[in-house]
């Protein structure tokens, strides 16, 4: 257990700091699975979650990590040996890639700098090339956790019908679900990948698959062998609120109140919360005189921020300082750019203190660790935050 | 959330009563899963695990139900086509068996009358016939959690020691570890299955596979495709205390508390206080004037007992009048058995006052629900739960 | 810690079963006192607890024990050198008249066996002869929580009145609010004494005075030196929500739930619930062949049920190997009957299983204490429980 | 319920944010207060309040709020009439004597400005001139909660040791225990007074008295009407782990984690903690270009601070800004500061990036609510916290 006085800021990008509500429900008694109160339970967060996925389709929800929600929407739309087009945009894409291998699928890679999310004129180019229509699906990872970039759904969705190409679209929302606008239905997803420990607020042990109705006709004729993800039965269950084997029961409790808490405040508001605290560590970025990894500003992510630190600086020794002074988690540069970067995680449930605690004890982790940067980020971010010198002149602030 | 008054009784065979210390031992703010606290954590659970499954050999930890462990233990040890041979002995040996069919795997099933459990003597006689060692594993329920049959594992090891054959020894233990005495190392199984919300009295939502060097050297070979359940990387990471994707954290912190309840206790004490249960259970049982499902005496369940109502009683009909009257949740028949027999499950953390209030709420419910007695039982578990009436004559009671 | 597998019994009478909802509730940070948050629930318990009492007057919180607000009854209502009438019905009575003479009060005791409860005919007789109306107060328990025996407040009042007397009437509530019915309004009590950690299904630390205009109107004029009992600046504050010293917050968010769930069960209901399980536990204690403490079966308590071993018997030895044999904690005979009696809380969140559990406990203990006794305790409750026994010849049930 | 997102700052002077180690505590059931189990932790917290009082004299806890507290160190040692002398050091003095003069004591304040502590030099020249030893006890709060000035206690004891005064000596220690040094015996306190909601990390609800021998001996003449709040039947009954009436349970196990957490951390560093806030704090008020109340360097609060804003500025409003916007709490100017002064709490559990975005809502919420001031507060504090700019000249910050 976390010995250092206070609470630990846990500002990697995602598990994210789990409220205290949803602490406390997933605290309840063990119910029944196959009991009244499951039941009531169990259509309540089915119907719910599809709220947070902006759909009318049927959610899967499996008692499993996000890991696993990758591999079950490979597993229930292809059969071995089709070819899936996948983009190199940062660790997690490769991460998935790897997996459908493993899988008995061929891949194919659109190769990219992790600086940038995937790119929609890459894919049209691919797909009007793939004339046999040998690509059975695209997959895209929305918001690259890896890199901080997002990418633009609807336009890949147009690249798609534009090629007037069949595959599936699959897209990984693992790091923006409920943090940054995601629309299944309207921008014609056809399985959306989600995960529980990041803008559900919750602990890691749940994750998720929103269908379309092409997606559930794929899987009529997907032949990967298939059990546990299987969506059929999950299908047939879950119609009466029940699931085909034992559920998560405890963490059910916790999605139930964590839905519930999304919704009261509502996506639009959550999002826009999201942005202005992305908005606000990048000012803190940029007054420090580092450098955001992503470098498209229409793609910075708003779950996430990647920060590169000058040549010569290593992030993990920097990560390190500010995890022994200071207590507080930031997240690793993985892959390509390991040891180059950290990640400050400012998604979930969080607000404007605690944003100014995290770009805090970076701040004074870069004066410690001796990264050379100007002592301006925090103030910068706070000028952001408190809406002030946005309005230049109003003359109530002494000058220093 | 169940608003009747003062506290369920959740006797179903699992999920069990989860101890206080575990629900808030799970109630603690998530941490990074990359950073030293939480290697030592995963130091502690993955060495911790051992002694409950009596292994010296790995365990590995899924964040996932029941289910996956057993698709994990077939997908790391087959390849497509393989034969296995199963023993009906019930439900859930059928379930694992359909998932064996689902993965591409080839099953045989010495059929049975889920009133006793797994045969060896059947088993040895089908291995000795297998001359060219077609069959690749056998897959064995210890406890069969639809008939609270305990199958002898030793006797069945022993089996195939002596038809020298080289098939794996596969042992589904979800509804057993923690409660009835198992040693995977000392009765040479080479993949035992397990999961977290039986006698480890925690919530569902973990699993887990112990393996042998026999397992995992057969993993080298396999063919069956998988990555979720994929021992390998698992092994890499668990070797410093991690785990190739994001783990269930909340859920190890209460895998923490529960080993250390387990160990504080006492193994061979644990064991014998599911036995004392059991015990006093059939008893009541057999003073009602009714039948326990599993017809061998050795063989008797410590978890649970399946009882049989008399012809022409409906069970679930039964378990409704005691949902609805006593606040208790008993366990349904399933498939071959089901509305003929219910479940009482007197495990995990448990003592004898929690089974006089089961008991007594089937005894009344039996009442209630009109179904033929003797309002005997309650009073035989207590003569047995006391020790008194063991010792004859010893004049303390007042005769009625 | 507890170490003893499964859930302790505490069935002494008092504190209580804490339903984990409380718990929970108590689980939540701590607010600000001052702030809008806490103005919201203030004003929500302040308004509930009324509902509890029946009454439409104010009822102070204290951040005390039940103790605190004995003291508080007195000294914000009496002066110095005044008498006090009580009546002897048991410890707890006793208890309160040593209090009052602490505080420079003279006190009458109307002498009492301790097998019946307060007689309202002797309070009559005395106050009939207190001509020149020397006595200020009466002060009755209502549930006297060492002897089960509760006071027929509505009676006591009517004495009073009958015999034109002035005085204040006070009466203790602790064991009986939110389990047996009680109205503070319609039986026109002064002063009522309420504390959280019985019925109201809190743990201790909470406790109250519920208030008449005559007591409000008493207190200007008492002498009685105070401050952290004072109502007067408990009124003002009250008005807006607040408090003028620091509430026990925590205990509050508990309160809060528990006005909740009693109001949504309903009182008649909980008091209905208590009736039965105390009728039960009677049946119980008879068929035993023992004897129930209370004399008076129209005074038996709905919270608690005082038993009497026979003599020769050491309560408090036979409570020793219930604790140690089966984790139950029993209620200790006290003052004059202590170790003669013990005494069976039923009071809080309970329910008809845990009852079973309860007497079975008993029961057991019973025989392993050697005491004499018909082991037919538990299966008495049972035909009561099950409403079955009560409509003879329905043939259900198969003769033993 | 706060539903405003993340976090909520609880910054006020207390209560503090609890940890949630301790609310996890207090969230078990309550266990029977007569038990084997109770007298273990019984015995475990009186022992362990003792290091924290730093006395090896016996410590009183009440189930009570720290004005309980108050009152009993008056009860129990002073009778009716009695002179107190008091020092007006803010308003928790003002309301000590209020409370005093209640219980029928006569009291004399020594005036004082509200922005220095209390003075050892005038009240040894009050005790000089009180020859006839009219004066029975000298009062002092040790840190004025309504201020943030600490008064020097060795000081005043010696003051009143070399006036060779036989005053009984009282300190109020509720915002300085387990936040700032104070040492019971050493200090020749006689009664030292204490709440658990500030740096004993608890909600509110217990309160202390720590005893000297001499306050022992006034005890068995002091003539005060008290029994909730009398050492008498405290000290036997404590003697065993027990209390004289109902302890609130819940907060106890809270109690005895608490006192683990402060010992683990060591008190010194707890000490040193504080002091490290508290002066990061004063530099972000002087870079603002505010004012601290208090004007006495050596008498700053390691609790808190508070902050005098600019004339025609209104805290309150400011306050409310702060809350509305940010979701933090302060404290409110209280008595003669009230409306002019705010007081930010940095007690309790408590970490850098905790008090960087405590400073940071501070520094926002004076650009919102108009109030002049030079933006560099935070950095101030980060400066100092980071250690970095305290050595000149090393070269590793860029010049911004």
New interface residues.
């Given amino acids: 257990?976390?010995?250092?006085?206070?609470?630990?800021?846990?500002q990697?990008p995602?598990?994210?700091?789990?409220p205290?509500?949803v602490?406390?429900a997933?605290?309840?008694?063990?119910?029944?699975?196959?009991?009244?109160?499951f039941q009531a339970l169990g259509k309540r967060v089915l119907s719910g979650i599809r709220s947070i996925f902006q759909t009318e389709n049927p959610v899967i929800i499996?008692?499993?990590?996000?890991?696993?929600a990758w591999?079950a929407a490979l597993a229930n739309t292809l059969s071995?040996g089709d070819l899936v087009l996948m983009y190199e945009s940062g660790q997690f894409a490769a991460l998935w890639k790897?997996?459908a291998e493993?899988?008995?699928l061929r891949t194919e890679f659109i190769s990219g700098d992790w600086r940038r999310a995937a790119d929609p004129e890459a894919i049209a180019q691919r797909l009007n090339a793939d004339k046999s229509h040998e690509i059975k699906a695209v997959c895209v990872v929305h918001n690259e956790t890896s890199t901080g970039c997002v990418a633009p759904i609807p336009a890949i969705r147009r690249a798609i019908n534009e090629a007037g190409h069949p595959a599936l679209f699959l897209v990984d929302t693992i790091s923006s679900l409920g943090s940054i606008d995601f629309r299944h239905d309207e921008w014609g997803v056809d399985v959306t990948v989600g995960?529980s420990?990041k803008g559900l607020m919750l602990?890691?042990?749940l994750s998720f698959n929103a269908l379309s109705d092409k997606a559930l006709e794929a899987s009529k004729s997907a032949r990967?062998?298939?059990?546990?993800w299987?969506w059929e039965e999950m299908l047939v269950m879950n119609k009466n609120g029940f699931f085909p084997?034992?559920?998560?029961?405890?963490?059910l409790y916790g999605l139930d109140t964590a839905i519930e808490?999304l919704l009261?405040?509502g996506l639009s508001r959550?999002f826009a919360?999201h942005a202005r605290h992305s908005e606000a560590t990048r000012r803190a970025v940029e007054a420090w005189?580092l450098e955001v990894l992503c470098r498209d500003p229409a793609q910075h992510s708003g779950s996430l921020t990647a920060v590169l630190l000058p040549d010569g600086q290593d992030a993990d020794q920097f990560r390190k300082v500010v995890?022994d002074?200071?207590?507080?988690?930031l997240g690793?540069g993985l892959g390509k750019v390991a040891g180059k970067v950290f990640r400050i995680g400012h998604l979930g449930?969080?607000?404007?203190?605690?944003l100014?605690?995290?770009l805090?004890?970076v701040?004074?982790g870069l004066?410690?660790a001796?990264?050379?940067?100007?002592?301006?980020g925090?103030?910068a971010a706070?000028?952001f935050?408190?809406?002030?010198r946005q309005s230049e002149g109003n003359g109530?602030?002494?000058?220093?």
């Fill in positions: 257990m976390n010995t250092m006085p206070g609470r630990h800021f846990l990697i995602g598990p994210t700091n789990v205290d509500r602490l406390r997933m605290d309840m008694p063990t119910m029944d699975h196959r009991g009244p109160e499996y008692p499993a990590s996000g890991t696993g591999e071995p790897k997996l493993k899988l008995g995960g420990q602990p890691p042990g990967l062998a298939r059990s546990y299987d084997y034992t559920p998560a029961t405890n963490l808490m009261d405040e959550v919360r005189g995890l002074h200071f207590n507080m988690s690793a449930d969080f607000n404007d203190l605690m100014l605690g995290t805090g004890g701040e004074m004066d410690i001796g990264v050379p940067h100007r002592p301006a925090v103030r706070m000028d935050l408190s809406g002030h109530k602030v002494v000058a220093g």
